[in-house]
């Protein structure tokens, strides 16, 4: 991962996006995920019939993981963000910020304080992971939820001994 792209990552973790295992429910937001993406990509995606049998057929090696973005987490640190000195000073930051604090405030009005922003499968067979399925909200790209799928999945497989992490 990019230096940069991996400490926006990081930024948008403190900002309330998280990385945890996924639900069978979620898979439909998954393949709605794909589906999308294959307009642009021109290919036939998988239904959400085969990735619960991929899933089922490759336990316990198969891991769903799902990237969300918590909106009233997000509110909480850009408020304190706002306030401090160094963003008072700079106008334009503040106003990003700002226009940033707006947008949460009208998720959780929405009743969408939590939104589930990227998907994926990963196989961790011995001391590889192969991750082999990725999809995620095109709305929702400025998050990097895939940069932080990838850096928890990363952290969590080193702590199990894999040395090899194929992002195929």
Do not use: W
């Amino acid at each position: 991962i990019k230096k940069k792209v991996y400490k926006k990552a990081l930024r948008n973790m403190k900002l309330g996006v998280s990385v945890r295992e996924g639900k069978l429910e979620e898979l439909k937001t998954f393949v709605q995920f794909a589906n999308d993406l294959s307009k642009t990509q021109h290919f036939i995606p998988k239904s959400e019939e085969y990735f619960r049998k991929y899933l089922q057929m490759l336990q316990p090696y198969a891991k769903f993981v799902v990237t969300e973005i918590d909106y009233q987490k997000r509110l909480e640190v850009l408020t304190a963000d706002s306030q401090s000195k160094a963003m008072q000073k700079d106008k334009e930051a503040l106003a990003a910020v700002l226009k940033n604090m707006e947008v949460c405030q009208q998720m959780i009005d929405s009743g969408q304080s939590k939104v589930m922003i990227c998907g994926a499968i990963y196989l961790h067979i011995g001391k590889k992971v192969y991750n082999m399925y990725l999809y995620n909200s095109k709305d929702h790209v400025d998050a990097t939820p895939s940069a932080c799928s990838h850096i928890v999945m990363m952290e969590q497989m080193k702590l199990a001994g894999v040395t090899d992490f194929d992002f195929v």
